[in-house]
Antibody, heavy 117, light 110 residues
């Protein structure tokens, strides 16, 4: 069965960076794009970007351009999302999610990133 | 960038009733690129509908999607207790690829 398992919760200081991992299993890793979506406490869903695990190409939300980097390791079927220059507004649950038919069908369990001094 | 506006913000209904949720886009959206999700507290979202009207795997047939252009609707024909949750619409735009979510509709028990 398809599983996306994310790394654990993080607490970071403003200005620092965070790197969240997402390990995929149960399907051919390079056959599906992977999205990153975040959700601030009590708020809605915000799309962050997408990576093609096959070639590594990426596309990021304009709002996060320059601060977000998505990479992948095909040997371990893992994608990574790194967000730099963290501020309090980046406090959120971060999800990886598998893309299919212009939608997202499987989601990771979420990783809480807290930015606090 | 296309903006998705969902209405109402909160919908209060009783089990057994019919729910109609709206998603309006600021520009025309291809029907192939409109999806709906359900999210319960403390859980990741779950895909309900893709391509505006196709149910995802395992989704009960009381959930249906419709619409085209700028106006899309998610209908739940007869509410079950487990259907009370927050619902989001989402669209995909190309060149460059960008995905946008609506702000959500909370469906609560009356």
């Amino acid at each position: 069965q398809v599983q996306l398992v994310q790394s654990g919760a993080e607490v970071k200081k403003p200005g620092a960076s965070v790197k969240v991992s997402c390990k995929a299993s149960g399907y051919t890793f390079t056959s599906y794009y992977m999205h990153w979506v975040r959700q601030a406490p009590g708020q809605g869903l915000e799309w962050m970007g997408i990576i093609n695990p096959s070639g590594g190409s990426t596309s990021y939300a304009q709002k996060l351009q320059g601060r977000v980097t998505m990479t992948r390791d095909t040997s371990t079927s893992t994608v990574y999302m790194e967000l730099s220059s963290l501020r309090s507004e980046d406090t959120a649950v971060y999800y990886c999610a598998r893309g299919v038919s212009a939608a997202v069908d499987y989601w990771g369990q979420g990783t809480l990133v807290t930015v606090s001094s | 960038e296309i903006v998705l506006t969902q209405s109402p913000g909160t919908l209060s209904l009783s089990p057994g009733e019919r729910a109609t949720l709206s998603c309006r886009a600021s520009q025309s959206v291809s029907s192939s690129y409109l999806a709906w999700y359900q999210q319960k507290p403390g859980q990741a979202p779950r895909l309900l509908i893709y391509g505006a009207s196709s149910r995802a795997t395992g989704i009960p047939d009381r959930f249906s999607g419709s619409g085209s252009g700028t106006d899309f609707t998610l209908t739940i024909s007869r509410l079950e207790p487990e259907d009370f949750a927050v619902y989001y619409c989402q669209q995909y735009g190309s060149s460059p690829p960008v995905y946008t979510f609506g702000q959500g509709t909370k469906l609560e028990i009356k």
